[in-house]
């Protein structure tokens, strides 16, 4: 590279940077001989502590033999990352310094001067972007403020990376959580299309979730659930909170439950609405035993209130559980839910009460 050119160096910097993908190894890389090619370095590399080594991430003509992962201790780059300063650290006469033992890139490439800057990630220092040459070598501001720039889209590079990284960790913990409860859940955008869903909810249209992503309840339900689905999905985004509700659901595989279904509106920062969150959870076995406990009170109110004689039953307190209505109309009362739960004094005058 010319160094006489600034505007050609400044041109080709531009385009590196804009050329960069989403392929976090390849753009390091990219950066890396970017950097080495406008200072017109023998070599260059990205170093970074992982694991309690010093690995290098980003190379370009790095030697043959070159040993990319190495104990720490004694490399000049890992230095540099451990210095108290942001500013690029110059070392030149290598041979003649304490790093010609310690550090082994230095002898045994007969490097002559060493260029580094330290490079921070979400303002920790994380590593270093060097350059090395077989020759002595002098910086110019240019060359200095071209390492700068280069090693702050290098720490960027790593933050978007880590930024990557925990949302995949976040999206993979949030479907383990989906994919192993056994609710049903969904989400729909604002259109009613389906974004996503788990196992469970799959087995309602009998579809995997690649084949029901993107559809409506109309591709799948009859006209009539479909229309009811979407009314439920209307009032919950004109809410602008979770409503819940009950409703029959039939399966595909011809399971017919009674589910317990809340649904959440989704909106952006903006309160557009995005979508509904839906959860459902099966109350059948609850529904069927509350529907069985129904049942067993109204055949025990049929037969109190057919027995040709006051009939009734207190708890522990003397509290009336269950009366049938001969009893409670011989008490002044229209009704046996006017006595339950009350005692005898509360029913009886005081004599009769005490009488009992």
């Known amino acids: 590279m010319d160094k006489r050119s600034p505007l050609k160096r400044v041109r080709r910097l531009a385009e590196g940077l804009s050329s960069l993908g989403l392929d976090h190894v390849a753009n390091i890389n990219r950066l890396t001989a970017l950097c080495g090619e406008l200072l017109g370095a023998t070599c260059a590399l990205y170093n970074r502590r992982q694991g309690g080594l010093l690995c290098s991430l980003g190379q370009w003509s790095a030697p043959p033999g070159f040993v990319a992962e190495d104990k720490p201790d004694g490399h000049i780059c ?12 110059l070392v030149r006469n290598l041979q003649a310094t304490p790093y010609a033992k310690s550090d082994p890139n230095v002898r045994t490439y007969g490097l002559q001067t060493y260029l580094g800057l330290r490079v921070r990630c979400d303002g ?21 403020e071209i390492l700068t720039l280069i090693a702050v889209a290098v720490g960027n590079e790593d933050k978007r990376k880590e930024a990557e990284d925990a949302l995949r960790q976040a999206q993979v913990f949030q479907r383990t959580l989906a994919e192993n409860i056994p609710d049903l859940i969904w989400m ?38 479909a229309d009811f689905f979407r009314e439920r999905d209307r009032l919950a985004a004109e809410a602008r909170k979770p409503l819940c509700n009950e409703e029959w659901l039939t399966f595909s595989d011809g399971y017919k439950g009674y589910f317990e279904t809340i649904k959440t509106p989704m909106f952006d920062t ?13 109350m059948t076995a609850r529904y069927q035993a509350e529907e069985a406990l129904r049942k067993s009170q109204r055949l025990l109110t049929t037969i109190l209130d057919n027995l040709p004689l006051r009939a009734w039953m207190k708890d522990r307190e003397g509290r009336f559980l269950a009366v049938n209505r001969l009893f409670a109309t011989s008490c002044g009362h229209a009704a046996p839910e006017d006595v339950m739960g009350k005692a005898d004094l509360d029913v009886w005058p005081r004599a009769l009460a005490t009488a009992s």
Request: proline share 2%; charged share 30%; hydrophobic share 40%.
């Open 78 to 89: 890992y230095d540099v990352i451990q210095q108290d300063r942001d500013e690029a650290l």
């Open 124 to 144: 920790m220092p994380v590593g270093s972007l060097c350059v090395v040459y077989d020759r002595d070598m002098v910086p110019t501001d240019e060359d200095l």
């Open 188 to 225: 729909k955008d604002a259109q009613g299309r389906y974004l996503s869903c788990n196992h469970a909810f799959e087995r309602l249209y009998g579809a995997a979730e690649a084949a029901i992503v993107g559809k409506t309840d109309y591709d799948f339900a009859s006209r009539e659930e």
């Open 270 to 282: 903006d309160g557009v609405l995005l979508g509904v969150l839906g959860v459902a959870r099966d």
